[in-house]
Each structure stands twice: as structure tokens, then as C-alpha cells.
T-cell receptor, first 113, second 111 residues
Framework: QQQVKQSPQSLIVQKGGISIINCAYENTAFDYFPWYQQFPGKGPALLIAIRPDVSEKKEGRFTISFNKSAKQFSLHIMDSQPGDSATYFCAASSGGSNYKLTFGKGTLLTVNP | EAGVVQSPRYKIIEKKQPVAFWCNPISGHNTLYWYRQNLGQGPELLIRYENEEAVDDSQLPKDRFSAERLKGVDSTLKIQPAELGDSAVYLC?????????FGPGTRLTVL
């Protein structure tokens, strides 16, 4: 059972465009939603994260939008650059003593120059 | 600050052979995780340690996988015997709170 569904599987964007990746979750106990960026041959690196008490969080060109009622959250990359080309994973976890991250299947983003 | 260190980076073995992966977490991080990442998939948790204690090993295939974290610092993940389906990237991560920091992983190929 996949608890975090991510789409699209792959995405091609022109330089300067907006990249949008969506995720949906099922477990209402999730209360921490990070996005990870992974380059080939590297481990995932935390990009930005949000808690469900806010609907949006922005850090530079990266924004998370969160819709608690719909159990959906998305990553927006503004002014996409070729260096943003990577695989992006959404994830979710529940709090307390359980920090187990459940990942989506990933989105391969390609930003053309 | 040094990141999570893993070795080896690559390992190729024949099926039924044993293999071990080593992880050195970020200094001061009490929580250590082992994940497996299959090709084209997100990482999946195998085991989580709080100091020396394995607090979540529900996803670890215990018939062939074992892990240890002696002294609450370094950790070793072992597979014995390896199967073809074990080919994957094995990631180690550490944290002191919510944010998990991942190492570069060990890419295992079982022939």
C-alpha cells in the first residue's frame, strides 16, 4: 500500500519556467512533509519542509503548498534552472517518537537551457 | 561539518555471498536509519536506531538481514546470503530531530 502518491513521474521544463510536483497522502497522522532533492550518485538532500499548521512555505525559489483537507501538498520551483535537474521526492512522517519517513516514488525533473 | 559517511560506495557480489555496509553518522546524531532504494523508487526504511537500540526494524527482512550499532555511533548492515532482488542502493541517514541527513549510499549489485 503506497501511502504517499507522487506525480508526475517525469517533468520537462524550460529554463525560467515553473516546475510543479504534486503529492497526496492517506495517513491523517502524518504531520511533517519534507521534499528531498537527489542528484545521480548522491543521497537525498532536504530541500524544504512544512508542517500542517501552515498552508504555504517559501524558501528562495522553492515553495510548498499544503492542503490539509485534500491531503495534498505540492512543490513549486520558480524560475527553474538547468542545475535544478534532479529527482525530487516528497515524503511524510508522523511525530512523537516515530520519525519514519514514507517517500513518494520520485519525479525526474529536467530543465532545458 | 562532515556529513554521513558510507562505505563501500559500490559492491558487486555473486548471489548467496555475504555483504556488509558501514555507516558513520554525523557527530552528535543519536538517531540512525538504514534505507533501501530500488531503482526508480523512493527510499524505504529498513531499520531505525535510537543510540544503540533498534526501535523500528519492522521492515527489515530478518531471515537474511542484520544490523548493529555498537556504542551508539557507527553502524553495520549485513546481508547473508544475498539474493538477486537485493540489488539496490543502501542509504544511511542520521538525525538529531526532524531533519534526516543522508549519506551517498552503497550501490549493491548481486549477480
Amino acid at each position: 500500500q503506497q501511502q504517499v502518491k507522487q506525480s508526475p513521474q517525469s517533468l520537462i521544463v524550460q529554463k525560467g519556467g515553473i516546475s510543479i510536483i504534486n503529492c497526496a497522502y492517506e495517513n491523517t497522522a502524518f504531520d511533517y512533509f519534507p521534499w528531498y532533492q537527489q542528484f545521480p550518485g548522491k543521497g537525498p538532500a532536504l530541500l524544504i519542509a512544512i508542517r500542517p499548521d501552515v498552508s504555504e512555505k517559501k524558501e528562495g525559489r522553492f515553495t510548498i503548498s499544503f492542503n490539509k483537507s485534500a491531503k495534498q501538498f505540492s512543490l513549486h520551483i520558480m524560475d527553474s534552472q538547468p542545475g535544478d535537474s534532479a529527482t525530487y521526492f516528497c515524503a511524510a512522517s508522523s511525530g512523537g517518537s516515530n520519525y519514519k519517513l514514507t517517500f513518494g516514488k520520485g519525479t525526474l525533473l529536467t530543465v532545458n537551457p | 561539518e562532515a556529513g554521513v559517511v558510507q562505505s563501500p560506495r559500490y559492491k558487486i557480489i555473486e548471489k548467496k555471498q555475504p555483504v556488509a555496509f558501514w555507516c558513520n553518522p554525523i557527530s552528535g546524531h543519536n538517531t540512525l536509519y538504514w534505507y533501501r532504494q530500488n531503482l526508480g523508487q523512493g527510499p524505504e526504511l529498513l531499520i531505525r536506531y535510537e543510540n544503540e537500540e533498534a526501535v523500528d526494524d519492522s521492515q527489515l527482512p530478518k531471515d537474511r538481514f542484520s544490523a548493529e550499532r555498537l556504542k551508539g555511533v557507527d553502524s553495520t548492515l549485513k546481508i547473508q546470503p544475498a539474493e538477486l532482488g537485493d540489488s539496490a542502493v543502501y542509504l544511511c541517514a542520521s538525525s538529531e530531530s526532524w531533519e534526516q541527513f543522508f549519506g551517498p549510499g552503497t550501490r549493491l549489485t548481486v549477480l
